[in-house]
């Protein structure tokens, strides 16, 4: 392997392409990663930026990769390979940058009037990963997710969906239903008649199955949502788009969008179970890419999430020479507290950021209430740190080494453990100095360094991924 000539020795590396795809039984390993660790920490992570003379124009646009991080016997082995989507051909044949989420859709009249109330369906699924019975997906805003082979990383195609609610927007966020054996997620409809539909995906099927609808003038970007054990939670932000506006074609999907800060977020609640929209429930604005949690208490609604004051951090996500064109805003964990029948919502800072890419035990602590997440966290220009917070105190345990810049922490439960956190987290880390990255593993209980295993080059920064035994 040749490798991919480094740029910087900083933060900025992680928006450097990888075009190589690399095949490594065993990686060295400093420390020792607990007897019990299996399976593989898979990721899915924008790689390339560059076609021909043109780069992208935004992090959530480069071409998507995937990283498979593999366990046995305290050994690691890694790969990485390209989702083979229409996406990435176009690019590695030469062909210009399509569409995207902030990128230049570069259309000309006649494409636009083509696209009249059709936003591009991009199959370039490179923000998360998700397990659809034996099936594996990786998954954007648009909804097209691409299945893939979990050991080899080969591209099997687009997981073809039914379900008459002709989507055109959705999340790369949805929700496992234990109890009913279904994938939740929701998409919205752009037209004349806009509308958001929440739906299931059985496990071993591909018709979804609509738990709720909801008519709307003017949807809001959502890029998740909640669900406690007997509540779905639609959080609308005052970031939204006209459909006349979006089907001008003439912009970048996000760049559609307004902010109104005068507009209160509204949180939409709707029974689990019925699909009976609750209510709607207001609070002063604010924006959020992640939501942590959610749960129900003695008629009242909580829902955990990361809070920006506004949606300015999409717009320092933009690329700009070798790095990003602003400075990332603050951000903080946040409580919404909903009152189900009197209406009101109570807000409380859980801890102090700037934070973001949160992670729970998600298995047993989804929907109920909890006491940890996992955060990456910043001190300087990009995320540089990893936090342990207790959400019922705020304390918090801290992991942060000179020149490096982690990922999402991602929580591996030990087979059998009882306790939240019983186990380790896992995250891919970019090491400026040295110019290339490394797994970390801390003990989830200390939050101390235990093992790191180290890759054969850069990996570029990703957003989410999946441990699967």
């Known amino acids: 392997m040749t490798g991919t000539a ?30 019990w660790l299996s399976g593989a920490l898979v990721r899915v992570t924008p790689a390339k930026y560059d076609v021909g003379d043109r780069r992208v124009g935004h992090w959530f646009d480069g071409l998507a990769m995937l990283n498979r991080f593999g366990f046995a016997n305290g050994q690691v082995s890694y790969k990485s390979r390209f989702l083979d989507t229409d996406a990435y051909r176009g690019a590695r044949d030469g062909q210009q940058v399509g569409a995207g989420f902030g990128t230049d859709p570069c259309r000309t009249l006649f494409q636009r009037v083509q696209a009249m109330f059709s936003p591009d369906f ?19 805003e648009t909804p097209l997710p691409i299945e893939f082979d979990p050991e080899t990383l080969a591209t099997i195609g687009p997981l073809e969906l039914q379900g008459r609610f002709g989507p055109h927007a959705t999340t790369a966020h949805p929700h496992h239903d234990p109890v009913k054996g279904e994938l939740i997620n929701y998409v919205a409809r752009f037209g004349p008649r806009c509308e958001y539909v929440i739906y299931g995906l059985p496990l071993g ?123 990332l805003p603050h951000s903080d964990l946040r409580r919404y507290v909903i009152d189900l029948e009197g209406g009101g919502v109570r807000s409380e800072t859980l801890a102090e950021g700037p934070l973001d890419l949160p992670r729970i035990d998600y298995g047993a602590r989804n929907g109920r209430d909890y006491t940890t997440v996992y955060a990456a966290t910043i001190a300087g220009d990009w995320f540089d740190g990893l936090a342990k917070i207790d959400v019922t105190d705020g304390s918090r345990k801290s992991w942060r080494a000179d020149g490096c810049y982690p990922g999402e922490p991602v929580f591996v439960k030990r087979l059998g453990g009882e306790a939240e ?47 699967w035994a």
Not at 22 to 27: C, G
Not at 260 to 267: A, I, K, L, S, T
């Open 421 to 467: 956190d019983d186990g380790v987290v896992l995250s891919v880390v970019l090491d400026g100095r040295a110019g290339r990255s490394f797994l970390l593993a801390l003990d989830a209980a200390s939050f101390e360094e235990i093992a790191r295993a180290e890759a054969p080059h850069h990996i570029p920064y990703g957003f989410h991924g999946q441990h």
């Open 205 to 327: 099927g591909t018709e979804r199955r609509p738990i709720a609808r909801m008519k709307v003038r003017q949807p809001a970007y959502m890029h998740a949502f909640s669900m406690s054990e007997r509540h779905l939670v639609l959080t609308e932000y005052p970031l939204r788009v006209s459909a006349l506006r979006l089907a001008s074609g003439r912009r970048p999907f996000i760049q559609n969008y307004r902010w109104d800060g005068d507009e209160p977020v509204r949180f939409q609640v709707f029974d689990r179970e019925t699909g009976e929209h609750r209510g709607t429930y207001e609070h002063d604005a604010f924006f959020s890419f992640h939501h942590v949690n959610a749960f129900d208490r003695d008629g009242e609604l909580v829902v955990d999430l990361v809070a920006y004051p506004d949606s300015s951090i999409i717009d320092g996500l933009y690329l700009e020479g070798d790095g990003l064109r602003g400075n």
């Open 6 to 35: 480094v740029r910087s020795a900083s933060w900025e590396l992680g928006f450097t392409s990888m075009e190589e795809e690399t095949a490594v039984d065993r990686l060295p390993v400093e420390g020792a990663l607990p007897d």
């Open 122 to 140: 991009t199959d370039n699924a490179n923000v998360n990963l998700a397990r659809v019975g034996e099936r594996y997906v990786a998954m954007t």
